[in-house]
């Protein structure tokens, strides 16, 4: 039986906001599965800030997306077909498979999931890159302390919310900056966080940073850039940390993006900021795996989920992201399980 695989390609590299014209919806033959091989329908796809940068045509940490192919990213799916002796059908899997309705794959692109464990989408974020983004950025470069500050922008974003609740377990004040009072109010009242800012209502964040950060800030998570990072950066201790994880807000500017000069108050205060890709630490991703799963199984980590629903919503689902109107990870659900174990 021909089997019709719906994609979303890249159609053109936006200038600005991606729009309509950005994306085209086509339809292929999936084909046949050959040995060693399984074919997949996605269950769940990820949308994530990063894959911005991909539609352009620019040399970075990893290659940009072809024009005319699947735009791909993490995905979640069951496997309806194997001819491979590692997977059978119905199991779980996840892979970089992307913005598609099936894929087939070779037994070294995908890993398996068990569902006993947690729900299988925890592996498309605190179980997964976004876990291990916060993780790593945060222990290994801003190495918080008890009774330090950590500042987080974004920080009920996937990555953020995360963030602030590791530097919690660690002891810290945490702080966390978000674009509604609905966000700050999940930092506080979900997560634990100390403080909250709001930065679209804020009438100077210099002075509410002050009064939420009494002693100063020895950490600031960096998701976002722009005059946000301005503002933290006025209110460093000496040798503060500031991992560089994304820059949001600059992502879909026309013009260059410019800003005050950071050097003096790095020297100034002799602090650390270093930017990194989850990558980095590709060699010790079983290391942090195991970590959050502990966590997560004693309590001391929680999530929120944004998912919204159908195939044909993805590309506005991935305009979200830049419109702040996810809290927590922001996933598609595409598909619905066949066989349930």
């Not at 600059?250 to 050097?263: A, C, F, H, S």
Request: one cysteine or more; hydrophobic letters at 35%.
């Amino acid at each position: 039986m021909t089997i019709i695989n719906n994609q979303i390609t890249l159609a053109e590299r936006p200038q600005g906001m991606p729009d309509d014209n950005t994306f085209e919806f086509v339809k292929k033959d999936v084909g046949d599965v050959k040995e060693g091989q399984i074919l997949i329908k996605t269950l769940y796809v990820s949308v994530d800030p990063y894959m911005r940068g991909r539609m352009e045509n620019v040399e970075s940490y990893v290659e940009p997306f072809k024009l005319n192919e699947v735009i791909d990213g993490g995905s979640i799916g069951e496997i309806i077909e194997s001819k491979s002796d590692q997977f059978k059908t119905g199991d779980i899997v996840t892979g970089m498979f992307g913005w598609q309705e099936y894929y087939i794959a070779g037994e070294s692109e995908v890993r398996q999931i068990d569902p006993s464990i947690a729900p299988i989408t925890t592996n498309l974020h605190i179980l997964g890159m976004t876990g291990l983004t916060a993780y790593f950025g945060l222990l290994d470069i801003g190495k918080p302390k008890a009774g330090e500050t950590v500042v987080i922008s974004g920080a009920a974003g996937s990555v953020g919310s995360i963030v602030g609740q590791i530097a919690k377990i660690k002891g810290a004040r945490v702080v966390g900056i978000a674009g509604s009072d609905e966000k700050v109010n999940f930092l506080k009242d979900e997560l634990n966080f100390d403080a909250g800012i709001n930065y679209r209502t804020t009438g100077n964040i210099k002075a509410d940073l002050k009064h939420a950060c009494p002693d100063g800030v020895d950490v600031y998570y960096d998701n976002v850039g722009g005059e946000i990072s301005d503002a933290v950066m006025t209110q460093l201790n000496r040798y503060a940390r500031i991992p560089v994880c994304g820059a949001i807000s600059t992502y879909n500017l026309e013009e260059k993006d410019i800003g005050p000069r950071v050097q003096q108050t790095l020297i100034k205060k002799s602090a650390l900021m270093q930017g990194f890709t989850v990558g980095n630490y590709s060699g010790r991703f079983k290391e942090g795996a195991k970590q959050l799963g502990q966590w997560l199984q004693e309590g001391k980590l929680t999530y929120r989920e944004t998912i919204r629903e159908g195939f044909e919503n993805i590309p506005d689902a991935f305009l979200d992201l830049f419109r702040g109107k996810n809290i927590g990870k922001l996933l598609v659900k595409v598909g619905e399980r066949s066989m349930n174990k």
